[in-house]
């Protein structure tokens, strides 16, 4: 079974950068696509970013285009979340998880249903 721990959240300023990793454990992370969710206080559960086993399908949100990047190192079973440019309304918890197999059809948390991490919060704050 799939099991996924997020780390790498924390408390950063306006402007700076985090970089959140999924580190998975139990099967070899690189035959599954991966989303990364975010959830703020009080709102729904959103798509980040989300990519393809091979890497060829990558979705970005428009609120993180451009300043958001997902990456994977196969050697280490892990998947990345680059933030740069941050916002403070970027502040949430960050979740990644997994679909069954190695594509994905909608950036959605109801997509995502083999895995998910426990979530690390990240709050962009001055």
């Known amino acids: 079974q799939l099991q996924l721990v997020e780390s790498g959240g924390g408390l950063v300023q306006p402007g700076g950068s985090l970089r959140l990793s999924c580190t998975a454990s139990g099967l070899t992370l690189e035959h599954y696509a991966i989303g990364w969710f975010r959830q703020a206080p009080g709102k729904e559960r959103e798509g980040v970013s989300c990519?393809?086993?091979?890497?060829?399908?990558?979705y970005y949100a428009d609120s993180v285009k451009g300043r958001f990047s997902i990456s994977r190192d196969n050697a280490k079973n892990t998947v990345y979340l680059q933030m740069n440019y941050l916002k403070p309304e970027d502040t949430a918890v960050y979740y990644c998880?997994?679909?069954?197999?190695?594509?994905?059809?909608?950036?959605?948390?109801?997509?995502?249903?083999?895995?998910w991490g426990q979530g690390t919060q990240v709050t962009v704050s001055s």
């Open positions: 990519a393809s086993s091979s890497g060829g399908h990558i």
């Open positions: 998880a997994s679909t069954y197999g190695s594509s994905w059809s909608v950036c959605s948390p109801a997509f995502f249903l083999a895995s």
